[in-house]
């Protein structure tokens, strides 16, 4: 500890001393009426001593480089106050620039890079100008000489001293050139050496005051900072020394002769600074390289132990035209990838050996563009025996060959397949959980829910979320029914599980005691149904045999506590219908009142009796010999089962010599859960009095039949009756309304006034006789299917104009307006011209002839969808709501018509609807009473609305 305190006193002192004997030696040589030396070492050396000592030496030393400066001026010959201020001005010199130079630095300055060079600079920049500007205003107030002329001077000499001197301390611990190298740094030493010599000789002027700094760059490239720092350092020391002698290419000659002492030592000096802020960052930046080359190296090295013994796959990998090849690989990539060694590994391209490397290709751009600092990925590699490998990859090289990417390969095979037995296990019970029709609820050992399924969540009708972390009596029972779950799923340990206590406790982790019933509880449902729920508990246990979960199985009874219910109260009922439970083998095991009252005896007797007891055994007998069987009950099961559910048959119930009745009965076969047969049930209505009525019934539909059969025959006859009147009507009338018509002509002579108005007459109803009768054999030709019917295409707009010229001479005399809509375009249908003009003409002679003066009747015809309407309307008299369904039927003539003794037939409608159907058209009534009346005629659009129209008929009958 002694020796450690002692080696900083030691440093300083010998640096004091050193300051005192070169400034001295500065003063002493300086130029003659200079007020400053023209090169000043001891600001160097104090410098380097701020900068270099410890931090508790700092204040010491600046002191001591304040009384060393100061007595070095003293002892030169300097005034005492002039002496104290340089004094001063050393010291603050060597506090400003050694405390820039250590700060950021742990407190220890350093030469070792470019940035350190800038310190240097900056330091020796703050702390000359202090100096210079305190020389300078010492000497203007105290001293003798020019202060401009010292502030000039101060600059230069301690610029060149601190840039020569403080590198040689702060390169001190640098390390000499190699062994190798020794000969090449005599022989640098010498030419230096020798060059100096020469540049610097007596009477040497000419300018070759830099020839010594091509050998310091040689220094700077080969020998290091070190002996760059000391070459400066003697160089300045020889240059200062010559030119103080006055040789050298500096000093006054003939050449120059106006240079004066103080401008030669301004002109060594800046020669020395040119030189240090040339060799010097040289050196350090050769030695940087040198450090960066010895880092890379050590890099290199550890890089390839750790590749090589690495545990882990490593690869390294190029980009190639083939995406992302191989270069190198260790043994554990190479076992990882399945190969038998690195040859079958180096070289190939990645897709090569991984399977799922598509997104690589999206993140390589990335990759090289710095966006993306790494990617990672899974795959399965492509060797034969299979496995699946994590690739993390990222660069790490950018070269002339390219971008070098450093992968890291770990095996996930095995982690990869738990990862697919754990997920196919997740799912499996997902898939579980959803699918039971069971509720199934998971809590922790408080009795939060942290699990539920589906049905449970179906159940409730509570969202699942607000089932999880809910204690589990919250939705899932009634209040006052919970004391179960809360004892059960509240216990804290699980301890409280019926199952928890049983023979399995302890079964190990993740292991269960085996589900035990549990006990029935009662919950609402957010619609506000009420479910009764029979539960069944377990108890899920860690490694540690501590209880984890509780795991509770409901059942929803509620329907089968209903059944039940309805069931008791059914058989207790008042019912006229037979029921019998029935077991497997057919006796009876449960009777209502509709039983008992049926057979005449109680119905706690009937329980024990086989059913077939029950039946006619006659009848029994004769029915399974048909089906080949005995008269038992295996014979009606294997019937009732062949018919399937509730096989009805009709059978006769008698009781001993009881009286007998005609039983509907019913038998099904009842299941249970898993779908196995345990018994039967049967449903029977006595059918006595309906099979009376029943027979009766078809006795009188027998009757109704024969009856509606000579009906249809009158109807037939009629039919032909009528048309043979018809017929054999007109022929007379023909001849009649013939003559009338000779006689009008003038046949027989003149005729009077009244002779003429009688055959007008007689003319005029014969025309009446003939239209009747031609009515009455269409309708009649149309409905027995006889009428042949001409489909031809046609334009419905030629219908339409063909009716406005047929209507105008019922419209002579009579003051009705008449209008017609016709579109532009062709409206082609097909159907029989004569009867579609028959329609339109009826129908609007119709409209002519029950609307008064005054009014209007129209005609429209419209295309609508894929259907020609013609659209007849008047503002006729009109047609009640009631009659109008009638209007179609024949001989039938509205109400209004009768009263208004308007003639008619009543077949015309009758005759449009008739034509309408052959043609696969309708026809439609809309009318109101005093307002008028629209018939809308629909017919289909011809498809082959391109074709000629008018072509040759197709006839149908």
């Not at 060059?195 to 220094?219: E, R």
């Not at 059914?570 to 077991?583: E, K, N, W």
């Not at 006859?717 to 001849?735: C, G, I, Q, W």
């Not at 239209?771 to 042949?788: F, H, K, V």
Request: glycine share 10%; charged share 20%; net charge negative.
């Amino acid at each position: 500890m002694r020796r450690e305190r002692l080696a900083p006193a030691g440093a300083v002192a010998l640096a004091l001393v050193a300051v005192v004997l070169t400034g001295a030696s500065a003063v002493h040589w300086a130029p003659a009426g200079s007020a400053v030396a023209t090169w000043w070492p001891a600001a160097g050396i104090a410098v380097a001593l701020v900068a270099v000592v410890p931090r508790a030496w700092v204040l010491p030393a600046v002191l001591g480089v304040v009384v060393a400066a100061g007595a070095a001026n003293a002892i030169a010959g300097r005034e005492l106050l002039l002496a104290s201020l340089f004094g001063l001005c050393n010291g603050a010199e060597a506090l400003i620039a050694g405390s820039l130079l250590r700060r950021g630095r742990g407190g220890r300055a350093r030469l070792e890079t470019l940035d350190d060079l800038f310190r240097l600079l900056g330091a020796c920049l703050a702390g000359v100008s202090v100096t210079a500007l305190g020389v300078a205003a010492a000497v203007a107030a105290v001293g003798p000489g020019d202060p401009v002329a010292a502030w000039r001077s101060v600059l230069a000499a301690h610029s060149a001293a601190l840039l020569v001197l403080v590198p040689v301390a702060l390169t001190w611990r640098h390390r000499w050139p190699p062994r190798d190298r020794a000969g090449e740094l005599l022989l640098q030493s010498s030419a230096l050496v020798v060059v100096t010599a020469l540049v610097f000789a007596p009477d040497q002027h000419h300018g070759l005051a830099y020839a010594p700094l091509p050998l310091l760059v040689w220094a700077g490239l080969r020998l290091g900072t070190r002996v760059t720092s000391l070459q400066l350092a003697v160089l300045a020391a020889g240059s200062t020394w010559a030119t103080a002698q006055g040789a050298g290419p500096f000093v006054a000659h003939e050449g120059h002769p106006d240079l004066t002492p103080a401008l030669t030592g301004t002109l060594v000096q800046t020669f020395l600074l040119c030189t240090a802020v040339t060799a010097l960052p040289l050196a350090l930046t050769v030695a940087q390289r040198g450090r960066l080359l010895e880092q890379v190296r050590a890099s290199e090295t550890l890089f390839r132990s750790n590749f090589t013994g690495a545990v882990v796959g490593m690869v390294l990998l190029r980009e190639d035209e083939r995406g992302l090849t191989v270069h190198e690989a260790n043994d554990a990539a190479v076992q990882m990838l399945g190969a038998p060694g690195p040859a079958g590994v180096v070289g190939r391209a990645l897709p090569d050996l991984l399977r799922d490397t598509g997104r690589l290709a999206e993140a390589l751009p990335r990759l090289a563009r710095g966006d993306l600092a790494s990617w990672s990925a899974e795959s399965d590699t492509t060797s034969p025996g299979g496995g699946r490998v994590r690739l993390h990859l990222a660069p790490i090289l950018d070269d002339d060959d390219g971008l070098c990417f450093a992968a890291q390969l770990r095996d996930v095979t095995e982690e990869h397949r738990s990862r697919q037995r754990l997920r196919a296990e997740r799912e499996l019970l997902r898939a579980t959980l959803a699918a039971t029709g069971a509720l199934i609820v998971v809590t922790d050992t408080e009795g939060t829910v942290v699990r539920v399924n589906a049905a449970t969540v179906r159940a409730t009708g509570v969202p699942e979320e607000e089932l999880l972390g809910h204690p589990v009596w919250t939705h899932l029972t009634l209040p006052g029914t919970d004391a179960w779950l809360r004892e059960v799923a509240g216990g804290g340990d699980g301890t409280a599980v019926p199952a928890a206590a049983g023979p399995g406790a302890g079964a190990g982790a993740g292991t269960s005691a085996g589900a035990s019933a549990g006990a029935e509880t009662v919950l609402r449902t957010a619609e506000g149904r009420t479910l009764h729920v029979a539960w069944s508990t377990d108890v899920v246990r860690d490694a540690d045999d501590r209880p984890t979960h509780v795991v509770l199985t409901g059942a929803d009874v509620t329907a089968e506590r209903a059944a039940a219910g309805l069931m008791s109260r059914v058989m207790d009922s008042d019912l006229g219908t037979v029921l019998l439970a029935l077991d497997h083998d057919g006796v009876v095991t449960q009777a209502n009142r509709g039983a008992a009252r049926l057979l005449g005896v109680p119905a706690e007797e009937l329980a024990g009796r086989a059913f077939t007891d029950l039946l006619d055994a006659g009848e029994l007998a004769t029915w399974a010999r048909g089906r080949g069987g005995t008269p038992g009950f295996e014979t009606v099961a294997e019937w009732a089962a062949a018919a399937g559910c509730g096989a009805t048959r009709e059978w006769t119930w008698r009781l001993g010599d009881g009286p007998a009745a005609t039983v509907s009965t019913a038998l099904s076969v009842v299941r249970d859960t898993t779908t196995q047969e345990v018994g039967w049930f049967c449903v029977g209505r006595d059918v006595t009095a309906s099979r009376r009525s029943h027979e009766l019934l078809v006795a009188a539909l027998e009757k109704e039949r024969h009856a509606s059969d000579r009906l249809r025959e009158l109807d037939a006859a009629k039919n032909d009756f009528v048309s043979t009147v018809s017929h054999e009507l007109r022929t007379p009338v023909t001849s009649i309304v013939g003559y009338a018509e000779m006689l009008s002509d003038g046949g027989a002579g003149e005729l009077d006034a009244l002779q003429a108005s009688m055959l007008a007459a007689i003319e005029r109803n014969g025309q009446r006789l003939i239209a009747l009768a031609d009515d009455l054999l269409t309708l009649s030709r149309l409905e027995s299917g006889t009428q042949a019917v001409d489909l031809v295409p046609l334009d419905l707009r030629d219908t339409v104009r063909s009716a406005e010229t047929a209507l105008r001479p019922l419209l002579s005399g009579r003051w009705l307006d008449l209008a017609l809509d016709v579109p532009d375009q062709p409206v082609p249908v097909r159907g029989d011209v004569a009867q579609l003009d028959r329609v339109l003409l009826n129908l609007l002679s119709n409209a002519v002839k029950f609307t008064e003066d005054g009014g209007s009747v129209g005609c429209a015809l419209q295309v609508v969808d894929a259907e020609a309407r013609l659209v007849v309307s008047d503002t006729g008299i009109g047609v009640p709501l009631a009659e109008q369904a009638s209007l179609f039927s024949k001989f039938y003539r509205a109400t209004a018509a009768q009263e208004r003794a308007i003639q008619g037939t009543g077949l015309g409608l009758s005759i449009v609807a008739s034509i309408l159907e052959s043609h696969g058209g309708r026809v439609e009534v809309d009318s109101v009473v005093d307002e008028g009346t629209r018939f809308t005629v629909s017919l289909p659009l011809h498809a082959g609305s391109g074709d000629r129209l008018g072509r040759e008929p197709e006839t149908v009958a």
